[in-house]
């Protein structure tokens, strides 16, 4: 974001994917010019590039990274608006591209904060972050072929044997109904084909975390915590310093309880759910590992277990909810401190302050 610069007008962009509408106010707030400009590079440049530093309001989307990172280099500061804090946008009760552009201009050239900017990701960060999501794509991709064909199957009045997903395709080809075989086979040999994709992605994940993100094998040492999961989170997060405290990345991936407080009211809900939906669910996957049957003894499991213990199936979810922003706090704290994993730190100061 471009600093030290003085601010005479303010624009609101509201971003199509092919044109974007354009609000521009003066110090005052009046309507300046409105207009549209074609989302391309040269179109911003044709704008944008002999236009006098002005802050430019747009909300986050597929083309706000490029687009930030295009204006910030022409000298203009750049708000990228958190979608979550524009809710003037969506409850209008006459929407149009003119009418969001505005919105978006007076909010911030009211106050930006209002808007809770976010900071996109470096070039690099983005590639990584690319290749994580392709391999998720193909894991998802390769999942609901699985079940179709179990589905199918089944339909059929048979069933096929449970197995791993890397193994499906090999272990079912012969299991398979000989009067299904030329409507799945080839469903089968997709799969088989995935499944070599994933294993040439995973190769490239382990070379990419020792070459590149060396602050991952911290992280792996923790219980349930694989290649992926590491490398997620630190590309996720990106620069560690952006948090004062630990405890905030908790909040930062979604993992922190909704409070409702109004007089005497204070209500606890669910978790927000805001941030890296796919980082979120890979910390809760790593969570339910902790808690399950092939968890090694940790202070998270034995946290968790408390949680659990007491009753019923909703006291089990909170847990592993727990668990998981407890894990991401704790991910965070390794990166920072470089200190090696001890699963047992907290029960083992527990006990030498009991003996004393």
């Known amino acids: 974001m471009a600093t030290d610069i003085t601010i005479e007008t303010t624009v609101g962009m509201d971003i199509g994917d092919r044109y974007s509408q354009l609000c521009v106010l003066d110090e005052r707030g009046e309507v300046l010019e409105t207009g549209r400009v074609a989302t391309t590079r040269r179109g911003l440049t044709n704008r944008f590039q002999s236009l006098p530093p002005a802050r430019v309001v747009i909300e986050a989307s597929t083309h706000s990274p490029w687009i930030a990172e295009q204006l ?16 003037l946008i969506y ?52 999942t609901r072929l699985i079940s179709h064909v179990r589905g199918v199957v089944k339909v059929h009045g048979q069933r096929l044997a449970s197995c791993g997903a890397d193994a499906f395709a090999k272990k079912q080809c012969q299991a398979l ?34 070459s590149e993100y060396p602050e991952t094998a911290l992280m792996r040492a ?62 809760v996957g790593s969570a339910h590992y902790i808690l399950g049957p092939f968890g090694p003894d940790c202070d998270l499991r034995r946290f968790g277990m408390r949680l659990a213990e007491r009753g019923g199936k909703a006291a089990k979810k909170r847990a592993v909810v727990a668990v998981a922003r407890k894990l991401a706090v704790l991910l965070h704290r390794l990166w920072v401190t470089g200190e090696a994993y001890e699963p047992l730190r907290h029960a083992s100061k527990l006990e030498l302050r009991q003996a004393g």
Do not use: C
């Open 177 to 210: 109904p000989e009067d299904l075989r030329e409507a799945l086979m080839p469903l089968l040999e997709m799969i088989e084909s995935m499944t070599r994709e994933i294993r040439a992605y995973d190769r490239k994940i382990e070379e990419l975390s020792e």
């Open 91 to 142: 409850a209008e009760h006459t929407k149009s591209d003119e009418i969001d552009a505005e919105t978006l201009a007076r909010l911030g050239r009211l106050d930006p904060k209002l808007l809770r900017p976010i900071v996109h990701r470096k070039g690099e960060t983005l590639k990584d972050r690319a290749l994580l999501r392709s391999r998720g794509v193909l894991v998802r991709s390769r």
């Open 72 to 87: 910030e280099s022409y000298g203009h500061e750049v708000v990228v608006a958190n979608p979550r804090r524009v809710a």
């Open 222 to 283: 923790v219980t349930g915590v694989g290649p992926i999961t590491a490398l997620s989170f630190v590309v996720t997060i990106e620069d560690p310093g952006r948090f004062a405290k630990s405890r905030s990345v908790g909040s930062y991936v979604g993992l922190r309880p909704r409070r409702w407080q109004s007089g005497d009211v204070d209500q606890q809900m669910r978790i927000t759910k805001a941030g890296d939906k796919e980082m979120r669910q890979l910390l």
